[in-house]
């Protein structure tokens, strides 16, 4: 490639952006911290449900499916996306076609493989607000792995289901699954309404709810997520300066404020739901070719881009202006902005130079 060549994704981001093998990784990353650091560091990341692949895993799924019997579980396609292949379950009859699977030898499961899924322990006391389940979408921009560089958007949203949650109907999708792609179906989608929440608004509302210190410690747990999970990769993606990776995380909350991550995704969907919707994608493509810098308008030394905020320079990155002297170093804040205000448009008028030729506004 060429110098000046971009290419938004590294060349195995499924390390990260596919079901199974995210949790494979993540699971192999706590064992190394354990070993390493011990239990305590170890248990910073149990952030993912208890999750198997099948078909391979199957047996050992059923083991810990006979230690919590009447717990619900989730069904999920691998590589798919938009809920689609989605079911929840509770009985071990209806994963049968799986078990099939695992105990055919290798020329048999040829002729008639099955889809690799993952099965999760569905959690059951997601976070309601007005009886509904939503989850976070957020954008996390990665410009190396190696030093890792990472960087987090102050925008984002929650995504609603248009029905009251309940455990009763596990079959209804419109009780269950967050997308956007299936709440747009339901009969009663008001596409004026849409179904989504600007995170800004999010924050706000829980601050009003719980106190701003519990949910300074809440959106830290998320950064947390969003750091241990880059790093449970970091050896495995193959770094190219010539690459970056926006990637959109889904984190669902529980009735405790305990973040989950759900899954990464390596293309997050860019189409708009809303004037609001549409306004925020652009912004975010925006600022994300600012940082990627083609026109050389940068340093390199910059914390914030636009709505971006360097989150992870090789190590934490911290906020500029706290006189840290004052702090202890384990509470050095975070140069993290989550849902915070996105005053991006005076920022880069700040920092990026004029073209040539173009006069300064
Ligand atoms: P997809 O790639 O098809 O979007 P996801 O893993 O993001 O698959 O799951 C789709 C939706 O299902 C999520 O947005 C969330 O609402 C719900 N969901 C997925 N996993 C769980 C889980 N373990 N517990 C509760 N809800 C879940």
């Not at 040829?110 to 309601?128: A, C, F, G, K, M």
């Not at 607000?129 to 984002?156: E, H």
Request: net charge positive.
């Amino acid at each position: 490639m060429e110098e000046h060549v971009r290419i938004c994704h590294f060349r195995n981001h499924y390390e990260l952006t596919r079901k199974n093998l995210m949790v494979k990784n993540l699971k192999r990353y706590r064992k190394f911290l354990e070993r390493e650091s011990g239990r305590l560091e170890a248990a910073k990341c149990d952030f993912f449900p208890r999750t198997f692949e099948l078909p391979s895993e199957y047996h050992l799924f059923v083991e810990e499916f006979k230690r919590s019997p009447g717990n619900t579980w989730i069904m999920k396609p691998v590589a798919r996306s938009q809920g689609k292949g989605i079911f929840l379950f509770r009985k071990l009859k209806d994963i049968m076609d799986w078990k099939k699977d695992g105990t055919r030898s290798e020329e048999q499961r040829d002729e008639t493989q099955v889809e690799s899924y993952v099965s999760q322990r569905y959690i059951e006391n997601p976070y309601l607000i007005s009886g509904r389940k939503f989850d976070l979408r957020v954008y996390i921009l990665v410009t190396s792995y190696i030093p890792l560089k990472a960087w987090l958007y102050r925008d984002g949203f929650a995504r609603f289901s248009s029905t009251r949650f309940s455990l009763s109907s596990i079959d209804d999708q419109y009780v269950h699954l967050t997308n956007v792609a299936v709440q747009k179906t339901a009969p009663d989608y008001d596409p004026e309404k849409g179904c989504k929440w600007e995170i800004q608004k999010l924050r706000r509302y829980l601050t009003a709810k719980h106190g701003s210190e519990t949910v300074e410690s809440l959106f830290k747990e998320i950064d947390n997520i969003f750091v241990r999970s880059l790093q449970s990769v970091q050896k495995v993606i193959i770094n190219d300066k010539h690459c970056f990776e926006l990637y959109g995380y889904d984190i669902l909350l529980d009735q405790d404020l305990k973040p989950w991550l759900i899954e990464v995704n390596a293309s997050p969907s860019l189409t708009a739901s809303s004037q609001e919707d549409y306004e925020m994608k652009c912004r975010l493509l925006d600022d994300t070719l600012h940082i990627v810098d083609m026109e050389g308008r940068l340093t390199g030394r910059e914390k914030r881009v636009g709505g971006f905020d360097l989150m992870w320079n090789d190590g934490p990155v911290y906020r500029d202006d706290v006189n840290l002297e004052t702090l202890g170093v384990s509470c050095f804040p975070a140069n993290t902005h989550l849902g915070c205000i996105n005053d991006r448009d005076k920022q880069l008028r700040q920092l990026l130079k004029p073209f040539p030729g173009q006069k300064k506004t």
